[in-house]
């Protein structure tokens, strides 16, 4: 007999093209009609709440009242819940985003039971490598998904392992039609046996037991209160088979019997059977770079602060910043990260990253202030903090906001030695802005905000203190040597800017050189939200022939360039078709390099006032390539340049071409292990590989769409995905930033140790000035704070890259998290300021292991390549 499990479920978007508000009403009424039917109906013994405990969260904002009844639900084994907070994107979301994810998702489900221990992912376009390296760290060794396989991965059947590159793994029972075959399933018989049929032939040709799942559910679906009548007529359809209601959990204890399943590794980003859309990565480019820029401000900066300060005696404010978490993982669901919505949906997602990148702005702010203000300074000097949040000493050239009333300073360290400025600016501040309570009691005197530039060497996770003191000469600002000529020259780079806007490169160390860099490329897009469509044998429009605006300016510690480039472009489909230029995208390009950093720091403002179009900017690196390296969760991956079904899918009837484009999270480069050239992020996550040698980096800076879905694209033919609803917010009208960097080095990315060069790029010098005036007053902390600190520091420089540093979440340690984005094993080596620590080994899910060796208060590890790991502290 063959077993069909019947699984009853919902598949939850909390918002698409209808809002939270509008899901969270019909889940009201949902959950009333679960809870009943699972309360007075034995026979009906389990349902899954599609994994995600931001449905819970959603439901007692409303009904709290029902705790006690979801609790013995869960605690009963019928109501299944977890293991994730939101259902996470896995493409354009962080690692460390899917860690809290998963961890704020088990959090939720302790106070209710135990969360089912499966990484349940039914929807999301396309699976990350990884994925079972996460699971594993959670002890969740069975995977549930949908999209992104085909028979070239290594089988053709519907349940195999997958292993990422450290040997992790996990069990998969593959949806080979989807999550959401058994919806409303229908009583009439000839009805249901068409549709059933149709399922069986597929379940049953990919399943490698005699155990296959129907999952009767669906996207918002209420319960399915006949299903017992349902199951009566299936038996008597099909008297070879056994219906029976189950859970996932019983699939996979069948198929844990067996020992031949096939090993599978790597990502799933196929389209053949079901669409990945492998060009959603640049929709709405705004939203995809809010949460890129939020997600480093996190982990690079607000997390690691805390931990300093929670070191120094502070409070750690797990509660605000959990509130941070959410607020973003709200947006990290596969619809609304891929922004495939209404544009009401998009400006609640904007809005929440609003509110999340303000939240933590305040927080790191607050935490400088803190640290800053419980400084030993008797004599009452204003003081400027930089606090290095990478775990090595940084010699830095660092540019600061100090406000004071002094016409002219001086700065000074802790040891009272004088530290060399160069004032970049000044502008008079009107005190009212610094503190209304000044001018409240009649004082009109101005202040001065001067932005001021130094180079120091700031120690390992830490901080330095500097003095402000009254010179007896007024700070001017220092005057810029332009360069007419429009070139400059650095430690390592010759760089011009050519007469259309572009950059020509010379590297010092190699010789190389790269010319008519971020060249802008932009063509018609017919397609909709979820993916690019070309308009067929258009000519692509370039800026080759333009004339830029262009400002070159050098001082003694780097370079700034200022491009302005106008690019005609048609306003719309219709000019487009018709030839015409009647619209215009402007870019105004701002560099800045300094003399000793190998990296170029490029910042893209954009006003696009053009409809229905997509713009890249061109990175020729002079290196033919047939594969391309860019990072993806802790780790990175090596993808061909041109994906070989692209020469089969419209023989095999694949849902969709299979066109090289694909995500990064930090970094994307291309290398001949002589040499190299990448590309770093801040803001953009999409790129393609380009040209006719396959060397040149192409990296979206946005698609301008006007509609949901789209029915017959070129590369996607037939149905439309999604529906055909308006979104002319999409089309991208108005300004955009984007920050980006360019890296040319020695050997490949992976000796050039690129991942930390993104973790650099992404994790600026800040600082704290402190003055007599705050118009938000805090009381002494009564915790002294040394001038200068630091909290640990790495002992043996490799390509190890530092991921999050922060607090334990149930533990009064810290947790330290890294990992190995190279081709290699690699030792990673720290040392802390407390001789006297005990060092354990902990799972993502922070839950100790076993404790570590500790030599003179450091630890040495082996980290295999692509591998993550976590020491308490």
Not at 30 to 38: A, D, H
């Amino acid at each position: 007999m063959k077993n069909v499990h019947i699984v009853p479920h919902m598949h939850w978007d909390r918002e698409w093209y209808f809002s939270t508000e509008e899901s969270r009403i019909l889940l009201v009424n949902n959950m009333e009609e679960i809870m009943e039917k699972l309360e007075r109906d034995p026979e009906y013994p389990h349902y899954v709440l599609d994994g995600q405990t931001s449905i819970l969260e959603d439901y007692f904002a409303v009904k709290p009242e029902n705790r006690e009844r979801v609790r013995s639900l869960v605690q009963s084994g019928k109501l299944i819940i977890g293991p994730w907070y939101t259902q996470t994107d896995e493409m354009v979301v962080g690692g460390e985003s899917i860690v809290r994810n998963l961890l704020y998702g088990h959090k939720d489900c302790e106070e209710f039971g135990a969360p089912m221990k499966i990484g349940y992912l039914p929807d999301s376009f396309g699976q990350s490598s990884q994925m079972p390296q996460i699971f594993n760290g959670f002890d969740i060794s069975f995977s549930i998904f949908w999209r992104g396989t085909s028979e070239r991965h290594g089988t053709d059947k519907t349940e195999f392992y997958w292993e990422s590159d450290d040997g992790s793994k996990v069990l998969v029972q593959l949806f080979p039609l989807g999550y959401a075959i058994g919806k409303y399933l229908p009583e009439d018989e000839e009805a249901l046996q068409k549709r059933i049929d149709k399922y069986f032939t597929v379940l049953d040709k990919g399943a490698t037991t005699d155990h296959i799942i129907l999952p009767n559910g669906h996207d918002q679906m209420p319960i399915q209160q006949n299903i017992d009548v349902i199951m009566d007529k299936l038996r008597t359809l099909y008297p070879d088979r056994e219906f029976f209601l189950s859970r996932y959990e019983n699939i996979f204890a069948e198929l844990e019997k067996g020992n031949d399943l096939s090993v599978l590794s790597g990502e799933f980003l196929d389209g053949k059977y079901m669409r990945v859309h492998r060009s959603i990565y640049s929709t709405r480019m705004d939203i995809k770079a809010a949460n890129t820029r939020i997600e480093n401000k996190l982990t690079n900066i607000l997390e690691p602060l805390a931990s300093i300060a929670y070191s120094l005696g502070f409070e750690y404010h797990h509660g605000l910043i959990e509130l941070i978490w959410k607020e973003i993982m709200k947006n990290h669901a596969h619809d609304s990260i891929g922004c495939c919505c209404s544009d009401k949906v998009h400006r609640e997602i904007m809005n929440r990253f609003f509110l999340a990148e303000e939240k933590t702005d305040q927080l790191i702010e607050f935490y400088k202030r803190k640290i800053t203000d419980s400084i030993e300074n008797e004599t009452g000097e204003d003081l400027l903090t930089a606090f290095n949040l990478l775990p090595y000493d940084r010699e830095e050239t660092v540019k600061a906001r100090v406000v004071t009333k002094l016409n002219g300073f001086v700065m000074e360290d802790s040891a009272g030695e004088s530290v060399s400025f160069e004032v970049l600016g000044k502008e008079i501040l009107d005190p009212g802005l610094i503190d209304r309570q000044i001018v409240h009691y009649g004082n009109y005197d101005p202040f001065y905000e001067y932005v001021i530039q130094w180079k120091d060497t700031l120690s390992a996770m830490g901080y330095k203190a500097y003095r402000i003191k009254e010179a007896d000469h007024e700070c001017s600002v220092a005057d810029w040597e332009e360069l007419h000529d429009h070139a400059a020259e650095t430690d390592l780079y010759r760089i011009s800017v050519n007469a259309n806007g572009t950059l020509k490169i010379y590297d010092k160390c190699d010789g190389s050189e790269i010319d008519q860099v971020l060249l802008l490329e932009n063509g018609g897009d017919d397609g909709d939200e979820y993916d690019y469509s070309p308009l067929e044998g258009e000519e692509l429009l370039y800026n080759a022939e333009n004339k830029a605006d262009i400002s070159v300016r050098q001082n003694r510690f780097g370079v700034e360039m200022s491009i302005g480039v106008a690019l005609q472009v048609p306003i719309d489909l219709e000019s487009r078709k018709a030839g015409k230029r009647d619209g215009a995208v402007q870019v105004n390009w701002h560099i800045e390099i300094a003399n000793d950093d190998p990296t170029i720091r490029i910042r893209a403002a954009i006003d696009n006032q053009a409809k229905d179009h997509r713009l890249r900017a061109l990175i020729p690196t002079g290196i033919a390539s047939a594969v391309s390296w860019s990072d993806n969760q802790f780790g990175m991956i090596k993808r061909d340049v041109v994906d070989g079904a692209m020469e089969v899918w419209e023989d095999q009837d694949w849902d969709e071409r299979p066109d090289s484009i694909y995500p990064m999270l930090g970094f994307v480069g291309l290398t001949d292990d002589m040499k190299g050239v990448s590309l770093l992020t801040n803001s953009t996550r999409e790129y393609e590989i380009v040209g006719e040698a396959y060397d040149t980096i192409a990296v979206t800076l946005f698609r301008s769409v006007g509609v949901l879905g789209k029915e017959n694209l070129v590369r996607r033919p037939g149905r439309p995905s999604g529906i055909k609803l308006p979104t002319p917010d999409s089309q991208m009208i108005g300004a955009l930033d984007l920050e980006l960097a360019l890296l040319m080095h020695g050997g490949s990315l992976s000796s050039a140790h690129v991942g930390r060069q993104a973790k650099e790029y992404t994790t600026p010098v800040h600082t704290y000035n402190k003055i007599p005036h705050n118009a938000m007053k805090l009381n002494p902390s009564g915790i002294l704070t040394p001038h200068e600190y630091s909290l640990l520091a790495e002992t043996c420089p490799s390509g190890i890259v530092l991921s999050t540093l922060k607090k334990a979440e149930k533990e009064e340690r810290l947790l330290l998290r890294f990992y190995n984005p190279t081709d290699d094993q690699a030792q990673a080596s720290f040392a802390f300021n407390d001789q006297g620590i005990i060092p354990v080994e902990a799972k993502l899910s922070e839950e100790p292991v076993g404790e570590l060796s500790v030599h003179d208060g450091t630890i040495t590890l082996d980290v295999k390549r692509n591998q993550v790991r976590t020491v308490l502290f």
